[in-house]
């Protein structure tokens, strides 16, 4: 079956440390991207990038990183620049050309800070 | 810059009931509008999406409505059932940069 795999499912980050999530798509999507979800909120957007080797930062993007060297990845390092990084992270991907069909969101990541 | 409220926040109703949860956007230039289904520590599931030269998008027993000149959305769920509760969110589509904007969502809960 098609879809997104986001790994893993819980993490874990010390003060100061980098960690990095896996986003793995097998859908041929040309578009992903990387939201950030706070209890009771709505998502908002981290990083997309709608072609390899390219890249835009949303909304909140001060203290991630994103690469998209293949289309089926795209990885989100959280660095230890981002003060608040607890929070449930999702992706998502979609057919860029077309507006036709939805995106397609992976069953995310928990990351806390201890 | 676009908004997107969800009226209300929560809601609780008793199982068979049917209900309508809310959707409005404050910038019309929309190409498509697309309702979400969360349940706890999920991903979202696509429960249906609405081009915005539609007026509505049925999926079983949900029915959604688009309005785009007046900046809504309605999700009719009929004969509700406690396998519905979750949260529902509703996600507008924004031009050529393909990024959605989410609505901070309704938490149904469906009472047995």
């Known amino acids: 079956d098609g879809g997104i795999t986001q790994s893993p499912k819980y993490l874990f980050r010390k003060e100061g440390q980098n960690v990095t999530l896996s986003c793995e798509q097998n859908?041929?999507?040309?578009?992903m991207y990387w939201y950030r979800q706070d209890p009771g909120q709505g998502l908002r957007l981290i990083y997309y990038?709608?072609?390899?080797?390219?890249?835009q930062k949303g909304d909140i993007a001060e203290g991630y990183s994103v690469s998209r060297e293949k289309k089926e990845s795209f990885p989100l390092t959280v660095t230890s620049a981002q003060k608040n990084p607890t929070a449930f992270y999702l992706c998502?991907?979609?057919?860029?050309?077309?507006?036709?069909?939805?995106?397609?969101f992976g069953s995310g990541t928990r990351l806390t800070v201890v | 810059k676009q908004e997107v409220t969800q009226i209300p926040a929560a809601l609780s109703v008793p199982e068979g009931e049917n209900l309508v949860l809310n959707c409005s956007f404050t910038?019309?230039?929309?190409?498509?509008l697309q309702w979400f289904r969360q349940d706890p520590g999920k991903g979202l599931t696509s429960l249906l999406l609405?081009?915005?030269?539609?007026r509505e998008q049925t999926s079983g027993r949900l029915n959604a409505s688009l309005d785009k000149s007046s900046g809504r959305s309605t999700l009719y769920i009929a004969a509700s059932q406690p396998g519905d509760s979750a949260t529902y969110l509703c996600?507008?589509?924004?031009?050529?940069?393909?990024?959605?904007?989410f609505g901070s969502g309704t938490r149904l809960l469906v009472r047995p």
């Open positions: 990038s709608q072609i390899v080797n390219d890249f």
């Open positions: 859908l041929n999507h040309d578009a």
């Open positions: 910038d019309s230039a929309i190409y498509n």
């Open positions: 998502a991907s979609s057919i860029y050309w077309t507006t036709n069909y939805g995106y397609t």
């Open positions: 609405i081009q915005s030269s539609q």
């Open positions: 996600a507008v589509l924004m031009d050529s940069s393909y990024k959605l904007i």
